[in-house]
């Protein structure tokens, strides 16, 4: 017999995380497309020199990669923006410029599995192809927003930065070549995993740079809006000084937040925060990162930024983008902690029960009619003692039961049951029952 078992870092769901997976994903689609976003698919296989030394050297070493059946050099995609590339090379005559995608699906990556982090796992991306213009940003910013406020996420933080001010504060403390600004942006984005002092001592080890300069990068770097955005960037003006690249990153989110102002959004729930530096890889403008309130833990739950780069491998006709994505996976496990997820696990609101075999027939029926009228039903499948069947209800989560039985004089009848209140109805006809229940 074999063992029945799943993979370390892979992950089967039940039917509750399944149904709330699904819902979510529903929810985040009807915002997309909303905005105008529209969807497409990639294949889960790609040949393996589309995806290596597209991500970090992290994400190289990750990659699931093999010879299929025909000898090619294959790999398993690893994110949504590679693929993206890929596509938009191929097809932007057939879909134009700019262009607005989504796209759902299952990517892989060979990582240490933790809590909401999985080898395999669904990335939900979106984003805006074709264009270098400022409102592109602004309206990622919108999607992320009305993202989270249609999931019911009250408490939430989208964190804004940009490249040019990591690269600027780099350069105004003596670190001028990529390799090293790279090198240093890495090791800041382990502050919260390693502490101030072991972020110190890798950069002293790593850059060799002296204690004066680690705590100025390490100072401006740590700048964060707490409160009002005309506030923050009048207290930060003097950095445009330092540098071209400070200038224009600062100038940037200034224009950014100028769009956002005049929008029905909750000016405390997007913030700069000089410490974000997300795909070194891929990033040259405005990043960012959406934390739960009061999981600040978890991490990013929705991450993106604006790439300049996006088919330099693919095409000499290079395009810009700007996209973010929703970690689902991650965001499942925060809300299972925040007791935000329904305790159902099943997709029917009513289940209906037979007293006696024969009355199947209209058992059928009504469940037929029920759905006609948009409501989901199920029929339990045999006839069985009450109790059992009830206890099925409740152990799925249906919200009404049908009983459908006879009285004194064998003559059929129809008893309804509210499993929140309690509250039985007897004698009722289809259009009453539908009438309560619709209520």
């Known amino acids: 017999m074999v063992v029945p078992r799943t993979l370390s870092g892979f992950k089967d769901r039940l039917p509750k995380e399944a149904m709330a997976k699904a819902k979510l994903l529903a929810k985040v689609s009807q915002v997309f497309e909303s905005f105008g976003f529209v969807p497409i698919e990639t294949p889960h296989l790609e040949y393996a020199d589309i995806l290596i030394k597209q991500g970090s050297e992290e994400i190289q070493k990750e990659l699931y990669c093999f010879k299929d059946h025909g000898s090619r050099d294959v790999a398993l995609r690893f994110d ?36 909401g982090r999985y080898r395999e796992f669904t990335q939900c991306d979106f984003d805006f192809i074709g264009s270098q213009c400022i409102a592109c940003d602004a309206e990622i910013v919108q999607v992320v927003y009305a993202s989270m406020v249609a999931l019911n996420i009250e408490e939430f933080t989208i964190w804004l930065n940009h490249r040019d001010i990591l690269n600027g504060i780099c350069k105004y403390f003596g670190i001028t070549d990529s390799k090293g600004i790279e090198a240093t942006l890495r090791i800041i984005d382990k502050l919260d995993k390693i502490g101030k002092e072991g972020v110190c001592a890798e950069l002293k080890k790593e850059l060799c740079l002296p204690d004066k300069k680690i705590e100025g990068l390490l100072e401006a770097m740590s700048i964060k809006q707490i409160g009002a955005a005309e506030e923050f960037f009048a207290e930060i003006n003097h950095l445009k000084d330092w540098n071209t690249e400070l200038k224009k990153g600062i100038e940037e989110l200034e224009r950014l937040f100028e769009i956002l102002s005049g929008l029905e959004m909750d000016r405390d729930t997007y913030r700069v925060n000089f410490s974000i530096a997300r795909g070194l890889g891929y990033y040259t403008g405005i990043v960012y990162e959406t934390t739960l309130n009061r999981l600040k833990n978890l991490g990013s739950v929705c991450s993106g930024g604006r790439y300049d780069n996006l088919t330099r491998t693919f095409s000499k006709e290079n395009m810009s983008g700007v996209g973010a994505s929703i970690g689902i996976d991650r965001l499942l496990a925060g809300l299972e902690e925040l007791g935000l997820l329904s305790a159902k696990s099943t997709s029917a609101r009513i289940l209906i029960i037979c007293m006696r075999e024969m009355y199947f027939g209209f058992a059928y029926k009504l469940a037929e009619s029920f759905r006609r009228s948009k409501v989901a039903t199920e029929v339990y499948p045999e006839v069985n003692k009450l109790k059992k069947q009830f206890s099925y209800a409740d152990c799925k989560g249906h919200e009404f039961v049908v009983v459908i039985g006879e009285d004194e004089f064998k003559t059929q009848t129809i008893t309804l049951k509210n499993m929140t209140s309690g509250m039985q109805l007897d004698g009722l006809s289809f259009l009453k029952a539908l009438e309560i229940i619709k209520e």
């Open 80 to 115: 949504q923006t590679v693929p993206l590339a890929r596509f938009i090379s191929q097809y932007h005559n057939e879909v134009g410029l700019p262009f607005k995608r989504y796209v759902i699906g299952n990517v892989f990556r060979g990582e240490r599995a933790q809590r």
